[in-house]
């Protein structure tokens, strides 16, 4: 089966950054027990350390995506959750183009004296297929141009595409 799977995720941002820190916690919790000497029993660090790490872990494996199956001519929207895949197959109407463009917002965070205020431009990458009626059938969202790139021509390759 040829495909192309597409997933939205980025490890340090979103909920993925909660993985990431208990993960890390988990870690510094399991060194710092053993490298740490007190009258404390090692038990409990170490067993907070395994809790942060399978936590860590399910977020992290954690994410949508959306699976072209170029064979097949269809494709599933899903949902990941710690390795199990929730979505269904649709059929995927006959395509005339992949187009790429790109968005470009402005972000700013409010004031609110705790998280830094960041402001500047985003810019997303958006692949377009579009079917014979000129309408979208499916689109594809990269924060970054390369990958936005190399997909745009995975899809006109694997969809035989100009």
Avoid at 49 to 78: A, E, H, M, T, W
Wanted: one cysteine or more; charged letters at 20%; aromatic letters at 6%.
């Amino acid at each position: 089966m040829k495909s192309i799977d597409h997933k939205n995720r980025s490890l340090l941002s979103g909920p993925h950054l909660l993985g990431t820190l208990f993960v890390f916690a988990g870690i510094v919790s399991i060194i710092g027990s053993q490298i740490m000497e007190g009258s404390e029993s090692q038990e409990r660090p170490i067993i907070i350390g395994i809790v942060g790490l399978v936590l860590g872990f399910i977020i992290l494996n954690s994410y949508s995506g959306i699976q072209v199956d170029l064979n097949g001519n269809r494709f599933i929207k899903y949902q990941k959750w710690s390795g199990f895949r929730k979505g269904n197959w649709i059929t995927l109407p006959d395509i005339s183009e992949v187009k790429m463009d790109s968005i470009t917002t402005s972000n700013t965070n409010t004031p609110n004296g705790i998280s830094p205020t960041l402001s500047g431009e985003i810019t997303t990458y958006r692949i377009s297929l579009i079917n014979t009626q000129g309408t979208e059938a499916l689109v594809f969202e990269e924060p970054k141009k390369s990958k936005a790139e190399s997909l745009e021509v995975a899809l006109k390759e694997g969809l035989c595409l100009k």
